[in-house]
C-alpha cells in the first residue's frame, strides 16, 4: 500500500510562485511513475507533470516543473508565473508502469488558489 501526503498549496496572487510536496511511503521512485494532477471547480480532472521511474519528467504546463528527491522519497511540483486559471485542487499520484491513472495511488489533494 503506498500513502502519499501533500503540501505546499495556498493562496498567492497571480504571478507568484509555489511548490507542491509530495512524500510518499517508502521507496517507490524506482518502480513507479509519479505524477501531478488537478481538478478545477466544474471541470475534469487533468494531468500536468510526470516523471518516471528512471528520471524522465514531462511537464505539460510550461510554466510548471516537476522533480524528485529519491533521498527523501518526495515528489516536487514548482509552479512559476501562477494565473487565476491554475487555482484548482492539485493531486499527486503515483501508478506502476503498466497501470493506468486510474489504477494509481493518490494523495488526499492540496488546494491551489491564485487571485487576480
Known amino acids: 500500500q503506498v500513502q502519499l501526503v501533500e503540501s505546499g498549496g495556498g493562496l498567492v496572487q497571480a504571478g507568484g510562485s509555489l511548490r507542491l510536496s509530495c512524500a510518499a511511503s517508502?521507496?517507490?521512485?524506482?518502480?513507479?511513475?509519479m505524477g501531478w494532477h488537478r481538478q478545477a471547480p466544474g471541470k475534469q480532472r487533468e494531468l500536468v507533470a510526470t516523471?518516471?521511474?528512471?528520471g524522465g519528467s514531462i511537464n505539460y504546463e510550461g510554466r510548471f516543473t516537476i522533480s524528485r528527491d529519491d533521498a527523501k522519497n518526495t515528489v516536487y511540483l514548482q509552479m512559476n508565473s501562477l494565473k487565476p486559471e491554475d487555482t484548482a485542487v492539485y493531486y499527486c499520484a503515483a501508478r506502476r508502469r503498466s497501470s493506468g491513472w486510474g489504477e494509481a495511488y493518490w494523495g488526499q489533494g492540496n488546494q491551489v488558489t491564485v487571485s487576480s
Open positions: 516523471i518516471s521511474s528512471s
Open positions: 517508502g521507496n517507490i521512485f524506482s518502480i513507479y511513475t
